[in-house]
């Protein structure tokens, strides 16, 4: 068994290859649902829950910001909700446009011997 890293609420989430490069996967670890995004090298975990109507966001559309989410707050690539098309910022959480009106929970993410940790809280 690995060890943890030292500090914070760190939670093993699985071998750092179960995210393909600019693909996604999502796992489940102490009680949450997460989704892990590989944007160009880049990992990005958030709650794997629409805050509008709770549709799981892990096989969800990823893009570049656009203008219009760089003018609400973007800070990072978007996910797309599947089912009413509520944006989010990947890297803040932020909620971009309706009908999502609360951000998605972000966590930190850090690979340490070929597994994928997340940081529930710090
Ligand atoms: S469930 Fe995501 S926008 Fe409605």
Redesign the pocket.
């Known amino acids: 068994m690995s060890q943890s890293p030292p500090d914070g609420d760190w939670v093993l989430l699985g071998p750092a290859v179960s995210v393909p490069r600019n693909g996604h996967a999502s796992f489940e670890a102490a009680g949450r649902f997460i989704a892990v995004y590989d944007v160009q090298g880049e990992l990005y975990a958030i709650e794997d829950v629409?805050t509008?109507?709770?549709?799981p966001l892990a096989d969800a559309p990823v893009e570049p910001a656009s203008a219009d989410d760089l003018a609400s707050g973007a800070t990072g690539p978007v996910v797309i909700?599947p089912?009413?098309?509520?944006r989010f910022c990947l890297k803040s959480g932020a909620v971009l446009c309706p009908?999502?009106y609360e951000p998605v929970t972000c966590f930190a993410t850090r690979v340490t011997a070929g597994e994928l940790w997340a940081l529930l809280s710090a």
């Open positions: 629409c509008h109507d709770g549709e909700c089912r009413h098309g509520a009908p999502a």
